[in-house]
């Protein structure tokens, strides 16, 4: 049973599943509904725990004896399998599948993984979690909701945001749910019962933000166009490569041949000049400062013209 981060409090009061597997990429969201498993399952009775690091070619035959060896006065047990990679291999993925269809009342298994792609998501062990216990898929938060987010959260600390020093925040720990999470703690210290606007905010809150590739191809796709140079900044910051990021731009070149994009099929070979233009910048071909022609193409992408120069 697939259940979001926000609904897993209601799954836990309910009733405790025999597995529960969380992943994701966002590590608050992932640690807190860990969290939230642990301490039901302490109240449950669950006094013993059991973690074990699973990396590639990692032997499962500890992970069998924590699960095998209970006597009838051992206390119930909850074995914790971390799964950085999500790809236990075939004989984990038969071991994981194994511990649950064994049934056995004394163990509750808790796997916590990164953010499993389309094939990850298809192996045998996340179906029999699926099955039989409580999958918890930990998305990050989209950018247009990142706001709303925020507040809910800082209404639960006690704190009020006026909507400007809300979009700042936003703005400042996008992608970073953790960095965001510990300024609205930080800010409950010191600031509880007042309404927290942006002078109150600017001075404190440094940008924490993280941006991934593909929140650059949604900002193009959505005519964000500030908001596309803010993340190729971020996205130049953490050092990304310039080809992975004009890989992402190309691929939503690839949309507006296909017709998923606001501009049109007339606009494709100014659009494919740009990309070569920063291509060969990039490898050394071309007299100009790769990042600078990718944001041309992120701007140009976003539907704000930018003629080319006279010769590529």
């Known amino acids: 049973m697939k259940v979001a981060p926000e609904g897993l409090a209601a799954q836990l009061a309910r009733t405790l599943s025999p597995v529960y597997l969380v992943s994701g990429d966002e590590p608050l969201l992932v640690g807190e509904a860990a969290d939230a ?8 009775g669950f006094t013993e725990r059991a973690v074990h690091f699973i990396e590639r070619g990692s032997s ?29 291999g075939a004989a984990g993925s038969a071991a994981i ?10 163990t509750l298994l808790l796997i916590v ?8 998501q298809g ?3 996340v179906r029999a979690v699926d099955a039989q216990g409580v999958w918890v898929n930990a998305w990050p938060i989209a950018r247009d909701k990142l706001p709303a987010w925020l507040g809910a959260r800082a209404r639960r600390a006690g704190l009020t945001f006026d909507p400007a020093a809300l979009a700042l925040l936003a703005d400042r720990t996008e ?32 940008s924490s933000a993280r941006y991934d590739v593909f929140a650059l191809g949604d900002a193009a ?15 130049r910051a953490e050092g990304v490569e310039a080809t992975l990021v004009l890989w992402a731009l190309l691929r939503e070149m ?37 990042w600078d022609e990718i944001a041309l193409l992120a701007v140009n992408l976003c539907g704000v013209p930018f003629p080319l120069p006279r010769q590529i």
């Open 37 to 44: 498993v642990r301490e039901r399952a302490r109240a449950a």
């Open 97 to 106: 599948v194994a511990l649950i269809e064994r049934h056995d009342p004394d």
């Open 123 to 125: 192996a045998a062990w």
């Open 175 to 206: 992608g970073n749910l953790l960095a965001a999470q510990q300024e609205i703690d930080r800010l409950a210290l010191v600031a509880r019962g007042t309404t927290i606007g942006v002078a109150e905010l600017a001075g404190s809150v440094a």
């Open 113 to 120: 993984t990164g953010r499993l792609d389309r094939d990850a």
């Open 254 to 290: 690839r949309r507006v041949l296909q017709g998923g994009s606001r501009l049109s099929r007339r606009d494709y070979p100014r659009l494919v000049e740009r990309a070569a233009r920063a291509d060969r910048a990039i490898k050394g071909r071309l007299q100009a400062d790769g």
């Open 221 to 235: 796709r959505a005519g964000q166009a500030a908001r596309a140079l803010r993340i190729l900044e971020g996205l």
């Open 60 to 88: 499962w035959d500890d992970v069998r004896a924590d699960t095998g060896n209970l006597s009838l006065f051992a206390a119930r047990r909850l074995v914790e399998l971390r799964m950085p990679t999500g790809r236990p």
